[in-house]
């Protein structure tokens, strides 16, 4: 049996870090790897926040004649994550969240219905309103039951109260969904929105490099962060390597 990391090389290409605004990462060979994948990861992000990431090709391992790949893109605060939370604070009558889930369905992620929670005087599950009436402790329980509710709430997401008044959102199985998060803008400090994961990728083929210009390496920089978003990378190589693959890591083990 070949291991996965006899057919994949893996290597950090952006340390974790927040409260910078700009980092790039080193540059990577291509020689031996027929196709490569970065892989963002990012947290912290809170409402109207984003940052851009981008990948560049370049001659060495030190980035000279450093090119951009493709178009940088953005990740915006509440599109398409993978975990996010609530913080329920002072929340009042008619403040509403909306959350609306992308199920990943045959390979694509396809786009279910949004639904609007709205904060009440008593909770309705059937007409998803959330008790706001007593405590915040008790508004985020109700908000999570509303999320949860087996006929009302959102089908293959998961809501559950963490640090007694916030409510942590996550698909129900992990890796098979996204979903959009969105609060009254009048109520974004008392529906306090903090996106927990964000995953963002983008794939090089040795093909697209610049060749004839001798660009042998690709690396990865990210751009416009704000100061409470933490984030990190991996490139992942493979796709037919012409050399055996090894990993550089501290510690390895499998489960036979």
């Given at each position: 049996?070949?291991?996965?990391?006899?057919?994949?090389?893996?290597?950090?290409?952006?340390?974790?870090?927040?409260?910078?605004?700009?980092?790039?990462?080193?540059?990577?060979?291509?020689?031996?790897?027929?196709?490569?994948?970065?892989?963002?990861?990012?947290?912290?992000?809170?409402?109207?926040?984003?940052?851009?990431?981008?990948?560049?090709?370049?001659?060495?391992?030190?980035?000279?004649?450093?090119?951009?790949?493709?178009?940088?893109?953005?990740?915006?605060?509440?599109?398409?994550?993978?975990?996010?939370?609530?913080?329920?604070?002072?929340?009042?009558?008619?403040?509403?969240?909306k959350?609306?889930?992308?199920k990943?369905?045959?390979?694509?992620?396809?786009?279910?219905?949004?639904?609007?929670?709205?904060?009440?005087?008593?909770?309705?599950?059937?007409?998803?309103?959330?008790?706001?009436?007593?405590?915040?402790?008790?508004?985020?329980?109700s908000?999570?039951?509303?999320?949860?509710?087996?006929?009302?709430?959102?089908?293959?997401?998961?809501?559950?109260?963490?640090?007694?008044?916030?409510?942590?959102?996550?698909?129900?199985?992990?890796?098979?969904?996204?979903?959009?998060?969105?609060?009254?803008?009048?109520?974004?400090?008392?529906?306090?929105?903090?996106?927990l994961q964000?995953?963002?990728?983008?794939?090089?083929?040795?093909?697209?490099?610049?060749?004839?210009?001798d660009?042998t390496?690709v690396?990865?920089?990210?751009?416009?962060?704000?100061?409470?978003?933490?984030?990190?990378?991996?490139?992942?190589?493979?796709?037919?390597?012409?050399?055996?693959?090894?990993?550089?890591?501290?510690?390895?083990?499998?489960?036979?």
């Amino acid at each position: 049996m070949i291991r996965l990391a006899e057919e994949l090389k893996v290597d950090t290409a952006l340390r974790a870090i927040y409260n910078v605004t700009s980092l790039t990462g080193p540059y990577f060979s291509m020689e031996n790897y027929p196709r490569a994948l970065f892989w963002v990861t990012a947290n912290g992000l809170l409402t109207g926040e984003s940052f851009t990431y981008s990948v560049y090709e370049a001659t060495d391992d030190e980035g000279s004649g450093a090119s951009i790949l493709g178009a940088a893109q953005t990740v915006t605060q509440g599109e398409k994550v993978s975990a996010s939370k609530v913080k329920c604070t002072s929340v009042q009558v008619g403040d509403t969240l909306k959350l609306q889930i992308h199920k990943l369905l045959y390979g694509a992620l396809d786009e279910q219905t949004e639904l609007t929670f709205t904060a009440a005087a008593a909770e309705s599950l059937a007409n998803r309103q959330f008790n706001q009436a007593s405590t915040d402790a008790a508004c985020a329980t109700s908000l999570a039951a509303c999320i949860n509710d087996a006929t009302y709430g959102v089908d293959g997401l998961f809501a559950e109260v963490v640090n007694t008044d916030e409510v942590a959102i996550r698909a129900a199985e992990p890796g098979e969904a996204v979903f959009d998060i969105t609060e009254l803008a009048a109520a974004a400090a008392r529906l306090i929105v903090t996106d927990l994961q964000i995953q963002a990728f983008f794939e090089v083929d040795t093909k697209d490099l610049t060749r004839d210009s001798d660009y042998t390496h690709v690396g990865l920089r990210v751009a416009s962060v704000d100061a409470t978003t933490q984030f990190s990378a991996l490139i992942i190589r493979g796709g037919g390597a012409r050399v055996p693959i090894g990993q550089c890591a501290t510690a390895y083990d499998d489960s036979a």
